[in-house]
Structure formats: structure tokens, C-alpha cells
């Protein structure tokens, strides 16, 4: 039998354990900040920046407080890389034909006249046989012309802001079952050159990467859209964009077929490698597009805010479960030859 005060102490700690049981409640989902979204652009679109110009030092700061970030949010170095910091050098081609221009082209660093630089952040999955998703933006825009900085607030300084909050909830929730990567590129004005050096040497295989989401202006919303959505390019070339509708993602095909968009931004180059790549957008013919008024006054935060939290729970879901994208018949890419 046992002793009246070893009960007594029996109950107690059963009592303690119940009422920690109570009252230690599930940690709660992280949310989009919209907060957090203004000072991402306070800093990549300020002033100081002077219009982070392709393979510049303001571009290479950008980077940097990319990188800092992703460390912050306990994102680690992608597999076999020592440093957040992904570089390559760039330098100028002359036309053959006076009738043609020059090109800006990406090389390995040394003997380059500038350098570019991508940021890449990796959250480990649990499953390292599961493949990978890939999260992406642009991190450069066009610098100082005629004296006046092009802040690029909405081209993509928005892009960038969406990667590190989609990199911040996304790793502080249960440990997903396919690994991501978060990458932010240089050089995209210049003929989107940080994503193809990525693409030719990917820290992963490349045919480990089941899905690339590249985010691009998504500072406005298009008046043609319906409310509150954003357009997902080159919808009907596979089964990604309608999985990630389904789920919630606030997103519809783009509107603008003739302006092939899809092309036009840096899921192009992984989807010319196989990859399922596919970009979003707010309002992709912003009426001040490559212009000084593209400012941090000119975005409409609670409709970034919304649209990135959209993206959360439908990534997640990609992350953790089996459903691999595909090209439907026709709709990838042939490499021109």
C-alpha cells in the first residue's frame, strides 16, 4: 500500500504535468509581416543603394543583407557552398555586325570587368532523396542614370522582400520533407545573367529541383486582374501554377499572352534546363516600369502583404508532401538552337 504522502506527492505532480499540458499550446503558425515588407524596402529601395545597378557594389550590398537575413532566419549555405554569397564575373561583348549591339555576358570571376553576385539561402529537408523547390527573385535594377537613382522599389526590391518573409515563416514552422532554396539573383537587367550562372552551376543538381516560384513586381496590383490576385506566367504549360491555386495561392493566368512574359524573367532559365519554373506578378505593365518614379511611395503594401501570405501554407504543402509539377504536353521550353 502505498504511503498517504507518496500519494500526496504522486497527485501534485500529476496536477503539475496537466496544467503544463494545458497550458504549453502548439507553437502558432508565422504570418507574413507587413512590417517586416516595409523596412525589406526601406533598405533595398532607399536611397543609399542608389538603384542597386547590376554587378555593382550596391548590388553586392543587396546581397549582403540577403545573406544576413537568411542567417537570421537559420537558413544555412547551400550543400558544398561555404558562404551564403554565390559570385561570377560579367564583361562586355562588341557586335560582329555594326547593325547589332553589344551584350553583357557572365563568366567564371577571374579576368571579368564586373562582378555579380547571387544570394542563396537553404532550409534542409528531412528527405534528402525528395527533391528540392525553389524560391526566387531578382536583387538588381538599374542603378543611377542621368543623375537620378532608379530605386526599383516594385522591379524587385518586392521580389526580394517576398523571398526573405517566405524564408523567414517557412523555416520557423515544422521541418519540411523536400529541402528549399531561396535565391536572390544579380544581374537580371543585364539579360538575366545571375540566373543563368545559378543555372549552370546549381550548389544542387539541377534535376534535384522539382519547381522554381520566381517573384517579380508584386508591389501593384493590375487594375485587369481581379481584386486582391496576381497572374502566375506561363499558367497553362503545366500543372504547378493550378496545385498552387488550389491550395489557396492568390493567383490566375496572366493576361498578357503577347507579351511573353513567361521569357522574360529569370524562371526562363530553369525552365530551359527542365525545371518546372514559373514567375508571379502583381501588375506586370506598371505604367512607371523602368522609370524613377518605381518608389517605395508607389506600392501598395497590404496587397504585397496578402498576396506573399497566399504563398505560404501552398509552398509548404509542395515542400512536405509527393506531388511533383510537369510540363503538360508542349509546355516546356526548347533551348534555341
Known amino acids: 500500500m502505498f504511503k498517504p504522502s507518496l500519494l500526496l506527492a504522486a497527485g501534485l505532480i500529476a496536477l503539475a504535468t496537466a496544467a503544463q499540458a494545458q497550458t504549453v499550446a502548439p507553437p502558432a503558425p508565422l504570418v507574413v509581416d507587413q512590417a517586416r515588407v516595409e523596412a525589406h524596402e526601406a533598405f533595398l529601395a532607399g536611397d543609399a543603394l542608389r538603384g542597386r545597378g547590376s554587378a555593382s557594389p550596391d548590388e553586392a550590398v543587396a546581397a549582403a543583407y540577403v545573406a544576413a537575413r537568411f542567417a537570421e532566419y537559420g537558413l544555412k549555405p547551400a550543400p558544398g557552398m561555404n558562404s551564403y554569397l554565390q559570385t561570377a564575373g560579367v564583361v562586355r561583348r562588341e557586335p560582329v555586325a555594326p547593325s547589332r549591339r553589344a551584350r553583357w555576358e557572365v563568366i567564371a570571376p577571374e579576368g571579368a570587368e564586373r ?65 528549399i532554396l531561396f535565391v536572390c539573383y544579380g544581374a537580371e537587367e543585364m539579360g538575366l545573367l545571375g540566373s543563368l550562372w ?111 501570405q497566399s504563398l505560404v501554407e501552398p509552398v509548404r504543402w509542395l515542400a512536405s508532401s509527393d506531388f511533383k509539377p510537369d510540363w503538360v504536353e508542349g509546355g516546356r521550353p526548347q533551348p534555341r538552337p
Open 115 to 179: 562582378i555579380t553576385t547571387n544570394a542563396i539561402g537553404w532550409l534542409q529537408g528531412s528527405d534528402p532523396s525528395a527533391g528540392v523547390i525553389m524560391i526566387s527573385a531578382h536583387l538588381d535594377h538599374l542603378g543611377v542614370r542621368d543623375g537620378v537613382i532608379m530605386h526599383g522599389a516594385n522591379d524587385d526590391a518586392s521580389g526580394v522582400a517576398a523571398v526573405l518573409e517566405l524564408a523567414r515563416t517557412l523555416a520557423g514552422g515544422e521541418q519540411p520533407k523536400r529541402s
Open 198 to 308: 545559378f543555372a549552370r552551376n546549381p550548389p544542387v543538381p539541377i534535376s534535384d529541383i522539382v519547381a522554381n516560384l520566381e517573384i517579380e513586381m508584386i508591389g501593384q496590383q493590375d487594375p485587369n486582374m481581379p481584386a486582391g490576385v496576381m497572374m502566375i506566367t506561363g499558367f497553362e504549360r503545366s500543372n504547378f501554377g493550378p496545385a498552387l491555386k488550389e491550395r489557396g495561392a492568390l493567383i490566375a493566368p496572366d493576361i498578357y499572352p503577347d507579351q511573353h512574359f513567361f521569357e522574360r524573367s529569370d524562371n526562363y532559365q530553369l525552365a530551359l534546363q527542365g525545371v518546372v519554373a514559373h514567375t508571379v506578378s502583381g501588375w506586370a505593365t506598371i505604367p512607371n516600369y523602368h522609370t524613377a518614379d518605381d518608389t517605395i511611395a508607389n506600392l501598395d503594401f497590404p496587397f504585397m502583404t496578402r498576396a506573399i
